[in-house]
């Protein structure tokens, strides 16, 4: 295999809010594997809460980059495998893992969800993301790009009063996203009259390490809770079992497809809701997480939506939530 890194600057339509940090643009690492004629992209972006660059990703690939040129790749599960010994971390792992797959998915010909045995004509529609911002702003944010689902984000001293002024502008559904903002009682207070106005579920209220807290919202909310920062690698599943309806896997952060395909796996037999995010990522990680939705109950993929400009072309969702798969085959990517 042949690896060539690219670093592109990815400049968002709005300044993106959440409870932590603002942002107005995204750094994303795009790894390419080429064998036998075929180049198969793969993403991770950056991430301060984490504390990844994308100086250190390609300098962790460029440390073992002749150990992977010379792996005689067979199947994305073996590289994994093989990754794995490489001590990489896990957004690391991540683009080098989105590569693989859509690598294989071209060699055979065949789009990834067909190679796992699934089918794409139902799938659930993804919802398009309101930043935390001033009152007006966020409803301007929702009147520019009318939507059947909207994530809200809050983290505010005013949160419900912010979704009561949301929902004088649209009938659509809301979810909220508190990125571990609240404490246990205000989400139990709150989740009664967010439920009132329409909210489908709480995504992270609390602290991730915050157990007893959940303990007490999983029993008490009259809202269903959907793990993020709770749940990052496989391991995280087992027990956000016992403390959530649902999770939210992110690719980036549990290390690809392959593991994220695992987590799957474990969540449906554990009985719960299943979600994949995104983190702002371009068309080529959106197009892995398309791959997933066949087996998902919600998924957040407005990734490359929140964009000015896109770098690559691949699954492309359309006004209204409908989503068109490349006839390309993998993950169907093409970097422009």
Known sequence: MQIKLKKYIL??????????????????????????????????????????????????????????ENYEFDS?????????????????LCALDLAANDLYGKLKGKPLYEIWGTSNEKYPMTNYTIGIDTIDKMVAKLQEKPWPLYKIKLGTSDDVAIVREL???????????ANTAWSAEE???????????????????????????????????????IADESCIIESDVEQCGGYFHGINIKLTKCGGLTPALRMIK??????????????????????????LLPQLDYVDMDGAMLLK???????EILEGGKVVFPKLPGSGIELL
Not at 76 to 92: A, M, W
Not at 167 to 177: A, L
Not at 212 to 220: A, D, T
Request: proline share 3%.
């Open 11 to 68: 400049q968002l339509a709005h300044t993106f809010t959440i409870s932590r940090e603002s942002r107005d643009e995204q750094d994303t690492l795009i790894v390419c594997l080429s064998l036998d004629g075929k180049t198969g992209f793969g993403e991770a972006t950056s991430n301060p809460y984490y504390k990844i660059t994308i100086e250190g990703m390609m300098a962790e690939i460029e440390a073992v980059q002749d150990q992977i």
């Open 76 to 92: 994305p599960e073996n590289f994994y495998e093989f990754l794995e010994s490489l001590d990489l971390h896990k957004f690391t």
């Open 167 to 177: 929902r004088k502008h649209t009938d659509s559904i809301f979810r909220i996203d």
């Open 187 to 225: 989400t139990i207070k709150n989740a009664p009259l967010l439920k009132e106005l329409g909210v489908e579920f709480l995504e992270q209220p609390l602290k991730a390490n915050d157990w007893e807290g959940m303990s007490l919202v999983k029993e008490q909310s009259v809202l269903p809770v």
């Open 266 to 291: 474990k969540g449906r037999e554990l009985g719960l809701q299943l979600m994949v995010g995104c983190m702002t990522e371009s068309t080529v990680g959106i197009s892995a997480i398309a791959q």
């Open 309 to 315: 400009g896109d770098i690559a072309k691949g699954v």
